[in-house]
């Protein structure tokens, strides 16, 4: 799609005969389209690559565990996932629109107190798209794990779950830990951390991590044992030291 997108927008000038007015948006559309297409053809090899481990996973090569959920079983997981997907986002709603609140306050205050309307109703639509997401992110995830698959594939450096896939290795990822939760919804917890850029301008780079919750089938958790023994002793050697682990968010 992004290869797609910079190829149209390289085109885009010749098509409708543009070069012969002004020359900034011309110039504009094709070096975006020039960022967009070198941008596809350096991601595509990741893309490529993580597409046919997940083909070899789903045959049952280098695959650690096939699991598959009966009905009451992935209902209670989906439930689990909204009800704590629903508090992250609300947290995460607390977080930004207080943030939000208070910058509004103080560029009316201190900054332009002539602008006070625009600012206050620019701080209130943003307030109001945050709220939305906060919403409708969580119903959207909790209907496509709904649909299913009711089934997990787990191998050595990704996870397919409910037809979503992590992949824990490659340029940007690296494995963070694994545990066996037990209690009234025994689950394997998998953490693993991507590289994000958090400043674009000074080329800044952090971690975030991804949590995930794979629900044990009963009379799995033996085998839920010796898998996470195994991903452990391959990601983490055997010092189990205890690494600050990154700033979590959740990724259904």
């Known amino acids: 799609m992004m290869a797609v997108v910079g190829i149209a927008l390289l085109l885009l ?10 020359i900034g948006l011309p110039m504009m559309s094709s070096l975006l389209g020039i960022v967009l297409l070198l941008s596809a053809v350096l991601v595509s090899p ?15 090569e280098e695959r650690l565990a096939h699991w598959t959920y009966s009905p009451e079983e992935w209902r209670d ?6 009800g704590e997907q629903r508090q992250m986002a609300r947290a995460n709603l607390w ?25 206050v109703a620019s701080a209130a639509g943003l307030v109001a798209l945050l709220t939305f997401v906060a919403i409708m992110m969580p119903r959207l995830t909790r209907r496509r794990l709904q649909r299913g ?27 963070e830990s694994i ?18 850029v958090s400043n674009p301008k000074a080329v800044s780079l952090h ?5 995930l919750n794979v629900p044990i089938p009963a009379g799995r958790e033996a085998e839920a044992q010796t898998i996470a023994e195994r991903l452990e002793r391959r990601w983490r050697g055997t010092d189990r030291q205890q690494k600050p682990p990154p700033n979590q968010r959740r990724r259904q």
């Not at 191998?155 to 409910?162: K, T």
């Open 207 to 211: 971690r975030v991590g991804v949590h």
């Open 149 to 175: 698959p009711y089934e997990a594939h787990i191998g050595e450096d990704l996870l397919y779950l409910g037809g979503q896939t992590h992949f824990w290795s490659g340029w940007t990822s690296r494995f």
């Open 95 to 119: 977080f930004l629109g207080g943030t939000i609140a208070v910058v509004t306050v103080i560029l009316v205050v201190f900054i332009d107190r002539e602008a006070a309307g625009v600012m």
């Open 13 to 22: 000038p010749h098509v409708y005969g543009i070069w012969g007015g002004d």
């Open 46 to 60: 990741l893309y490529i690559g993580q597409f046919r481990r997940l083909q070899r996973l789903l045959r049952g």
């Open 179 to 196: 545990q066996v939760v037990g209690g009234a919804r025994p689950h394997v917890e998998i953490v693993y951390s991507d590289l994000q």
């Open 77 to 82: 997981h989906v439930r689990a996932e909204y």
